[in-house]
């Protein structure tokens, strides 16, 4: 099948903003964790997410329903398991050693592209992703590559399967809606939690206090706090997860990945500005890895003789 010509620099918009909005509510989930359980947080968010749409469909014109349920919910499967096995693996791993893993993905990117579809991996490609996946390690800090155990591989496998996802929304999924992809995702992290919420509810875990039982705890009276930043979670992840399904439709997957890495100085500097947190020089000089590798991920690619189109069924 024949792909629209990349649109680069308006995938950069959607991307940035994207980050900006994921990273303001993701600062927020320290305060969901102390009142429920990251299962009961899924559910309860697309539950919220799934009534905007329906207020929303009509008079945005939205179309929800899928071209291709089988792809959609294949790529949403793909999507969901790798964010719980990311959130999964905080349980048991430093929090910059999993969000380190997961942005590996840009190299699995690459890699799927190369064996998978026969494209050509460039040189400056390459190092955007090394530059890239560089500053995320100064920006997380030495820690992030300490303990090569079987657990430390998790993060990694979230960022292969994340890879697989973001590669299935242009591959798999062009000419589904952003809306359609976005309900799919949601709807499956709902059913995930529903799931998690049975299984604590009828086999209960010993739970820690506070944000420390966010995986281990089961199903519990929502407190209006948590009602309030699940709901502003729902609304934000509705329009930066959008985004970034828009931007993944309009641009090659190995350029809109690096993008992602945005995220990171935009958490931080949510950071500070809510709670006061302050980056040191290696964590800016970090920063400024990535942004170069965004910087060259985005230069002009010289036009090639468009490749047989794959026919398997992604997801």
């Known amino acids: 099948m024949t792909h629209a010509p ?26 969901i964790a102390r009142d429920a359980g990251l299962w009961q947080f899924h559910a309860t968010r697309t539950a919220m997410a799934f009534a905007i749409l329906a207020l929303v469909a009509l ?46 993905a840009p190299i699995f990117v690459l890699l799927i592209q190369r064996f998978a579809y026969g494209r050509p991996i460039l040189g400056l ?29 998790l993060p990694v496998i ?21 809306e359609t992809i976005l309900a799919g995702f949601f709807g499956v992290l709902g059913a995930i939690g529903l799931v998690g919420m049975a299984v604590l509810w009828a086999f209960p ?61 935009a ?3 949510w950071g500070f500005v809510l709670w006061g947190e302050e980056l040191t020089w290696i964590a800016v000089l970090g920063m400024s890895l990535i942004v170069l590798a965004g910087v060259l991920i985005a230069r002009p690619v010289p036009v090639q003789s468009p490749a047989p189109s794959p026919t398997a069924s992604r997801q």
């Not at 959607?14 to 994921?22: F, N, P």
């Open 125 to 153: 490609q390459i190092l955007a992703v090394v530059l890239g996946f560089a500053g995320v390690v100064l920006v997380l800090g030495p820690e992030a590559l300490s303990g090569a155990t079987f657990a430390a591989l």
């Open 267 to 269: 958490s931080a500097a």
């Open 6 to 31: 990349n649109r680069t620099l308006a995938a950069f918009g959607a991307v940035l903003i994207y980050a900006c909005v994921i990273a303001f509510t993701d600062n927020y989930v320290r305060v």
């Open 59 to 104: 008079p945005l014109g939205l179309k929800l329903r899928p071209r291709r349920p089988g792809a959609v919910l294949a790529r949403s499967t793909i999507h969901g398991a790798a964010m719980v096995i990311y959130f999964g693996a905080l349980a048991f791993l430093p929090v910059a050693q999993v969000a380190a893993g997961l942005f590996t």
């Open 205 to 265: 875990l010993p739970v820690p206090e506070g944000a420390e039982g966010f995986l281990q705890r089961g199903p519990v009276w929502p407190t209006g706090e948590f009602l309030w930043w699940t709901f502003v979670q729902a609304a934000g992840s509705l329009l930066g997860v959008g985004m970034i399904v828009k931007a993944y439709q309009i641009a090659e997957a190995s350029r809109v990945s690096v993008f992602e890495y945005v995220i990171l100085p």
């Open 158 to 178: 979230s960022g292969a399967l994340y890879a697989m996802g973001n590669i299935a929304t242009r591959e798999w999924c062009a000419g589904e809606s952003a």
